[in-house]
């Protein structure tokens, strides 16, 4: 270690050790960080590619691109589309923000040195790559054709394997519940002395929420994942008909984790929202308290919505009421924080680097698929809608589009402070830029043909379809070739960019208060007076 | 089974060395806490789907539930609770300082749990000898509903059995730690943790008692 | 560790532990020679109430949320509220089939 000092001006986590067996049995939470975004970066290619199969298939009316092995009409398609699901849900989505951003940046944020479990942090990255391993591993046994909802019935009668991927599922979810047992333990017991709760940054208040969903959701289809697999291999069933079982109760539970899922996706990306709308702005966040609480009542009211996944399923009319009633409440708390972001932005100074025009994109994009979400959410719209190419897009539009972008944002938000470079920015922006164009491509024109009628999950479709479906195909190109152009750029700057300053965007979370890359401990040196995390200063920085 | 990777690593770990955080007993059992809830809603999912299901089949839930032997579970309810009292003294003993009677304390809970394993391996193969189990002519014969409430019943008293062998090896793991002195006086949060885990075990059997044995 | 010893933990007497015991002990006892008297509609709804209280007895004294720190007991209360909430929701729907 010391030679490397004399060498290299600075250690940081990333040059302190090295070899293979440094990162796989590492604890520290920054590379952690580092690997939880070099494996989810294999899977969402994976998933990404599977998507563009889909895509293919879906350019022409006919079934003609999958078709290749022999398989029966629109059988591959149906296990591509499910192995998609099962890897951008499982593998993606749910583990992305906290798992790669929220392990590197949230001992940071509160002046920590690690999480307060570190062992468990790593057991933590063993289950997800062991889950996704079993994920990919299912291919090779034919692969599920369920959908990643493995629903009953089905799952339990298909002759396709299925429980190699439900196994997969299970796995993964105990990664994610023992991240967020993590993180809730550290933010209340490793928090610096001179941070209140609510001097914390706001992405920290949002992993908080987010840890108590993935604690209290994650086991309830753990279990049901379980059931699944009792059925399925010693013939214990609990939801078949026959013994007077009840598929509708599958659906049940399975929403009961499902839909707070969404708000495990979305809540951490809101709170990287206000982390980069407020730096960028160079403003104290406008209402701060009101963003922090909404955080805690989405993930309280986002899982009390989760029936609206089943208007058309056969529950009774009283709950279907009850659901769609409560479903327009989770709206509240969402437009407070809309509404809290467009007022920190106005007459802020803003400046629009990359991660700043990625998140007002997310914005957009956000809108849209909220309203759509209203649609969805009424209980009378929802019966013509329910099971049709809208569904798709709005829940692209707030996952991909708005989960995922913030992920994207989020990379290139806190890239210098994770590699000690800088990277292209005007490439960026091209980037960023040609993804807003072919996502909306992709996406939108599946409202207007779910709306005329265009079902899901159809390899196939009628002639009226094909000017909608062609479009979107063609966007999800543009789209493709956008995330290439972007990872393209990233993975050059981390080799050959130039060197970053402790705080390139002039932030005032404690993150941007150390060097880049942070030291092993987080801080050589902690600042004694701990900073307000939206104080900044009035003259601008740099 | 990874429940029982996590609650040994959650009660048992200590902080990396290469860091430098004081011991804090009370972060550790705030972990353990959050672990608990997860197994209690894993539960509660089982949990849910037997009140749903005996909501639709009152009748043949009674009827499934006059086949089970109440004595038996009674045994087994008083051996869980006593277990459980004696790992709540054991911590009174380790804290107190009194390492001998934390051991034998620690040894009688383990037999406890033996013992509960043993009557409900009786329980179970009793119903095996009637071939009243899923997957044979005589379960599938049954009234629909009344065959449900097996399923649930092996399902769930069998996760609950799992977990009473965890929590035996569990708390055997703490009584090699406590006889080495690695958990002692000053640092009893695993000794704790092994407790909270024995007792949710405790904890799960008191409503299952009611709901399989005695409603009927 | 001075900010340690600020929250030593109340140590309860084996004796006091023998107490909730003997409580148990006669709840359980309770519940199942009850459990022969056939009250139609409230038979459930006893054995539920006391297993509620053993339960109650279990969490409060050999589990320690009496004398631990207040925010042990308000998690317990979040999770158990959140997870009655899934159970009177669910029924919003048995209930009327």
């Known amino acids: ?542 | 089974m990874s429940t029982a990777v996590v609650n040994a690593n959650s009660a048992h770990d200590s902080h990396d060395a290469e860091h430098h955080m004081p011991y804090d007993p009370m972060g550790i059992k705030i972990g353990m806490w959050l672990f608990l809830f997860t197994e209690l809603l894993l539960f509660g999912g089982l949990f849910i789907i037997f009140a749903v299901y005996s909501h639709m089949y009152p009748r043949e839930f009674h009827q499934g539930s006059s086949h089970l032997s109440v004595p038996m579970a009674t045994f087994n309810t008083f051996l869980l609770i006593t277990s459980s009292m004696t790992i709540a003294q054991s911590i009174t003993a380790l804290r107190t300082g009194n390492k001998k009677l934390c051991l034998s304390l620690l040894t009688f809970t383990i037999a406890c749990a033996a013992g509960f394993l043993v009557v409900k391996s009786f329980e179970w193969g009793a119903k095996f000898h009637h071939d009243l189990y899923p997957g044979t002519e005589v379960y599938f014969a049954l009234q629909p509903g009344e065959s449900a409430f097996f399923s649930l019943y092996y399902l769930m008293t069998g996760l609950h059995a799992l977990h009473v062998i965890i929590g035996g090896i569990l708390i055997a793991v703490v009584m090699r730690a406590v006889s080495k002195g690695t958990v002692n006086q000053e640092k009893y949060a695993f000794l704790e943790n092994a407790g909270l885990y024995w007792h949710l075990v405790d904890l799960i059997w008191i409503y299952l008692f009611p709901l399989f044995y005695l409603v009927g | 560790m001075s900010g340690a010893h600020a929250e030593e933990e109340h140590i309860s007497s084996y004796g006091f532990y023998v107490k909730i015991w003997l409580a148990l002990l006669f709840l359980t006892f309770m519940t199942v020679s009850v459990s022969y008297v056939d009250m139609k509609k409230f038979t459930l709804f006893t054995a539920m109430l006391v297993a509620t209280v053993k339960a109650g007895l279990v969490v409060l004294f050999f589990m320690h949320i009496r004398f631990d720190k207040p925010i042990f007991g308000v998690m317990l209360m979040v999770t158990l509220i959140e997870y009655l909430i899934f159970i009177v929701l669910t029924f919003s729907d048995y209930a009327y089939r």
Not at chain 1, 199 to 216: D, H
């Open chain 1, 1 to 542: 270690m010391s030679e490397a000092a004399v060498d290299k001006p600075k250690v940081n986590y990333y040059n302190a050790k090295s070899g293979i067996m440094s990162w796989l049995t590492t604890t520290d939470h920054k590379r952690l960080g580092i690997m939880y975004l070099y494996s989810l970066g294999v899977f969402f290619a994976f998933a990404v590619f599977m998507a563009f199969l889909l895509r293919l298939e879906l350019f022409t009316p006919e079934i003609d691109v999958l078709t290749f092995g022999g398989a029966q009409a629109g059988d591959l398609y149906n296990r591509i589309l499910t192995l998609h699901g099962i890897v951008m849900v499982f593998l993606f989505i749910v583990p992305g923000l906290p798992a790669v951003f929220g392990n590197f940046c949230l001992p940071i944020m509160i002046g920590a040195e690690d999480v307060f479990f570190p062992r468990i942090n790593l057991l933590s990255w063993y289950c997800y790559v062991l889950g996704g391993l079993f994920a990919i591993f299912s291919i090779a046994l034919g692969g599920p054709d369920t959908g990643w909802t493995f629903y009953v019935p089905y799952s339990t009668t298909t002759g396709h394997n299925v429980y190699v991927p439900v196994l997969a599922a299970f796995i993964v979810g105990w990664s994610s519940i023992l991240t967020g047992l993590n993180f809730v333990t550290t933010v209340h017991r490793l928090r610096n002395k001179n941070m209140s709760w609510f001097k914390m940054p706001l992405f920290v208040w949002s992993l908080y929420a987010t840890g108590w969903v993935q604690i209290i959701a994650t086991p309830v289809i753990g279990i049901l994942l379980l059931l699944v697999m009792m059925e399925k291999v010693f013939g214990i069933p609990v939801f078949d008909p026959r013994i007077g079982g009840d598929p509708v109760l599958f659906e049940h539970i399975f929403w009961i984790y499902s839909h707070p899922a969404v708000y495990i996706m979305i809540l951490p990306a809101m709170g990287v929202v206000s982390e980069i709308i407020a730096t960028f702005s160079r403003k104290t966040i406008f209402g701060y308290h009101f963003i922090a609480y909404s955080s805690i009542a989405i993930a309280a009211i986002g899982s009390l919505v989760w029936a609206h996944h089943m208007f058309t399923s056969g529950m009774a009319n009283e709950a279907r009421v009850i659901f769609s009633f409560l479903t327009f409440f989770v709206a509240v708390p969402s437009a407070v924080k809309v509404f809290n972001w467009i007022a920190t932005m106005y007459k802020g100074s803003i400046r629009l680097s990359p991660p700043m025009v990625y998140t007002m994109m997310f914005i957009l994009i956000f809108s849209i698929g909220g309203f759509t979400g209203l649609h969805l959410g009424a209980l009378s719209v929802d019966i013509h809608l329910h099971d049709t190419a809208f569904v798709v897009a709005h829940f692209h539009y707030v996952m991909f589009g708005s989960a995922g972008i913030i992920f994207f944002a989020a990379m290139h938000y806190w890239f210098p402070k994770m590699s000690g470079k800088l990277y292209n920015e005007v490439v960026a922006h091209i980037a960023g830029v040609l993804f807003f164009i072919g996502f909306n491509a992709t996406y939108f024109p599946l409202f207007i043909a779910g709306y005329l009628g265009m079902p899901r999950r159809y390899a196939s479709y009628l002639p009226e379809y094909e000017f909608y479906h062609k479009f979107s195909t063609i966007g999800s190109w543009v789209m493709i070739f956008s995330m290439l152009l972007m990872f393209g750029n990233l993975i050059y700057a981390a080799r050959k960019g130039k060197k970053s300053s402790d705080n390139p965007w002039g932030g005032a979370t404690l993150e941007w208060h150390t060097s880049s890359p942070p030291p092993t401990l987080n801080f050589d040196k902690l600042p004694d007076d701990i900073p307000g995390s939206y104080d900044y200063p009035l003259e601008v920085v740099k």
